[in-house]
């Protein structure tokens, strides 16, 4: 697989849950020497930029829903500078569907929605966090065939959107607070397009079928025991049934 625009593969992974919980800091990439404060801090930008951008907190704001975060969690909280930088933590969920090239192997899935916890601060963009997460993982894929989503949780469902890679994740993260129903951050592929199996050699194409052949076996003993339990269930409840006098 080479890093370029291409689709990777339309196999779809197992979707059993991971507990994998990683901290990172990626200091050299996450906090940069800037005299902008991110999002609540002055930035020239055009009508339609300022339309996007959500509404910039004061100084005075700022403190006050920092503190109010900090109240709500028990640990890792943010922290403020007194240049008016502030950094945290934000969790990422991995839903990543189609295996990646990972330095020293050709083809290999990602652990299935494993969450990974980084530390960055309110300039780090999206753009630098997918980077970050990919080198974590050393991915060699182009960062371009990722996108990092919002979830919120609404009428019971799920709901997901697509975050600008000019986008702050910090701060979206302090606006909506510490609870993972008003926000979560999901890390996916960015579809823009069909799959081009052409872009693939043979050895990739091979292991794609040789992975999708285990998961295939896989699933395959998860249906077994699950209906095998099932079917017990019913031979039981059956068998109490007709002992039942009358």
């Given at each position: 697989m080479t890093s370029s625009n291409s689709m990777s593969s339309g196999?779809?992974?197992?979707?059993?849950?991971?507990e994998d919980f990683t901290f990172f800091?990626?200091?050299?990439?996450?906090?940069?020497?800037?005299?902008?404060?991110?999002?609540?801090?002055p930035k020239n930008v055009t009508n339609e930029?300022?339309?996007?951008?959500?509404?910039?907190?004061?100084?005075?704001e700022l403190k006050a829903k920092i503190e109010a975060y900090n109240s709500k969690v028990s640990e890792n909280g943010m922290n403020l500078a007194a240049d008016g930088l502030y950094t945290g933590f934000i969790k990422v969920q991995l839903r990543l569907r189609r295996p990646v090239t990972?330095?020293?192997?050709?083809?290999f899935y990602l652990p299935s929605d494993a969450?990974?916890?980084?530390?960055?601060?309110?300039?780090?963009t999206v753009s630098e966090v997918i980077q970050g997460l990919l080198k974590k993982y050393t991915v060699l894929d182009n960062p371009q065939k990722f996108a990092l989503y919002r979830r919120t949780h609404r009428d019971g469902q799920d709901l997901f959107q697509k975050l600008q890679v000019s986008e702050h994740p910090l701060y979206l993260r302090l606006v909506a607070g510490p609870e993972p129903d008003h926000l979560t951050f999901v890390l996916k592929e960015n579809e823009?397009?069909?799959?081009?199996?052409?872009a693939f050699s043979v050895p990739e194409l091979q292991n794609f079928?040789?992975?999708?052949?285990?998961?295939?076996?896989?699933?395959l003993r998860i249906v077994e025991h699950r209906y095998g339990k099932y079917r017990q269930k019913l031979l039981q409840a059956l068998e109490e049934v007709q002992n039942k006098p009358g």
């Open positions: 196999y779809c992974s197992l979707d059993e849950d991971s800091t990626a200091k050299t990439s996450f906090f940069r020497s800037q005299g902008a404060k991110g999002p609540q801090g930029e300022e339309e996007e951008k959500p509404k910039l907190l004061s100084d005075e990972v330095s020293g192997r050709a083809s969450v990974k916890q980084i530390h960055i601060s309110s300039i780090t823009t397009g069909e799959v081009d199996y052409h079928l040789t992975i999708l052949e285990k998961e295939e076996r896989e699933r």
